[in-house]
């Protein structure tokens, strides 16, 4: 089997998965997934796909993430890791549809506002 590479985006970051046949490691940036992610709650989110299919020691995946912060990272490998595992057997797509790792969640930081100290926040007010 080739090396297939997907794309998974989440608020600011971007995650490029690289994924081909092995033994289940999951590397991120040249460094190992629970080095890369310490807080085992993140690990959890971007091995949800593969626990799914139940194909964790199937596949070695390499991820280049880059932007946004740990979550935003872990959420854009998880969406790119099954954009992946659609490409090698399309038949799971129903599955990980189902399960909510299909589809990219656009939802951003809404920007702050002229004259405000945050996007919905306004300054004290003051009738006196």
């Known amino acids: ?27 991120i940036n040249k460094k190992a997934l629970e080095e890369f ?4 709650f993140l ?5 949800q796909p593969l626990a799914l299919l139940g194909v964790e020691d199937r596949y070695d995946i390499n991820i ?3 932007g946004g912060g740990t979550t935003g990272q872990s959420e854009a490998s998880r969406l ?6 659609v490409k090698v057997n399309p038949d799971d797509k129903a599955a990980l549809r189902a399960a909510g790792f299909m589809t990219r969640d656009d939802r951003v930081v809404e920007r702050k506002k002229p004259g405000q100290p945050g996007a919905r926040r306004k300054f004290q007010f003051s009738k006196r």
């Open 43 to 47: 690990i959890r989110i971007v091995r």
């Open 1 to 27: 089997m080739e090396v297939i590479n997907a794309l998974g985006r989440r608020k600011a970051s971007v995650a490029r998965v690289y994924l081909k046949e092995g033994s289940g490691n999951i590397t």
């Open 64 to 66: 280049n993430v880059n």
């Open 80 to 85: 790119g890791i099954a954009r992946a595992l």
């Open 37 to 40: 992610f310490p807080n085992p």
